[in-house]
């Protein structure tokens, strides 16, 4: 198999859409990574340098809001938008630097927040104006609650206006389980987190001469990691899917894959349902849950190992006038998470089959 050759900075247009093809090709998918503070952000590009594989650097609304500052007023998204758009630019100044290809995504937007969308493609043009290429990559809207048809609809209004900025768009048919940023799906009907092939055929159909989409078609996901999953992960939903939509259109796919699908609430889930998808089409990997406790797990195992330094500056057990700066020095613990999380990340391009796919170039 021949690597394919690809730039170090920021992904989008025509050049994201030929990852995405060759991931087809290949059977394999880019992690997409949530991001909520330079720690995170730094463990996702280091853990890319690693696998040599681009990567995609991901943002909730929330998540933005936090990277802006928790003080920020956000009752307009405000903070969300502007959040947003500085982790876009602080990525954009390091990726060459790490040697990394990397796209630039928002995540879930349902229909209350579009005003955060909004925000972020009236900065977007502003930049792309100025500078000739989009602040983002791509944005997601979460109309999934919506009727298909509103669903469709709305998308097609947001697909118009990035397209024009050379942006992806990613949207959701059918419900992903679980809590994922103020979208609480952990009551709702089972069937309801089974996509219809249907339905993604008629968003393919109404979206696609707009301009290019991504569909997070939903199989049994669930967003979080439990100890008992009572949705199953159903992969052969996105066969069925690529099959339908290939007996419709005219123009047919050489490897008959025509869709470019998602796998959202990737963690924790069985790693043979994950190898089964990327065989379907899956081209992005979303994952929260597991980086997150990646994250976590190291810096606890450090307070828990240095307890009796991180109770006060100075004094401890060994030596009552010891002063322990070099203990609560918040850089040596945060390190350990970044390096929990960069860890994480490898064994996951790993399972996507991407690592060591590609060559990048400086």
Known sequence: MNKLKIESGFLYGEKLISLFD??????????AVNVSSSNTINAALSAAAQAKSPIIIQLSHSGSAFFAGKSLDNSQHQASVLGAASVAMYVKALAAAYGVAVIIHSDHCPKKKLAWVDGMLEIGQEYYADYGEPLFSSHMLDLSEETVDDNIKISARYLRRLSELEMLLEIEIGLTGGEEDGL???????????????????????????????????????????????????PEILRDCQS??????EKKDKYGKPLNLVFHGGSGSDPLKIKESLKYGVVKFNIDTDTQWAFTDPI???????????HSQVGNKKDKSAPN???????????????????????????????NKFEILD
């Open 22 to 31: 060759f991931c087809k090709a290949n059977n394999c998918a880019i992690p």
């Open 244 to 249: 339908l939509v290939s007996q419709k259109i």
């Open 300 to 310: 606890k195992k450090y307070m828990d190992k240095n307890d009796q330094f991180l």
């Open 184 to 234: 609480n799906n952990e009551n709702a009907e089972l069937t309801k987190l089974y996509s219809k092939p249907e339905d993604v055929l008629q968003a393919y159909e109404r979206l696609n001469n707009i301009g290019n989409v991504n569909i997070a078609a939903s199989f049994g996901n669930v967003h979080g990691v439990y100890q008992a999953k009572s949705v199953k992960l159903k």
């Open 325 to 355: 700066k070099k203990y609560i020095d918040p850089r040596v613990w945060l390190g350990e998470g970044e390096n929990g999380m960069t860890a994480k990340l490898v064994e996951m391009f790993e399972l996507l089959n991407c690592k």
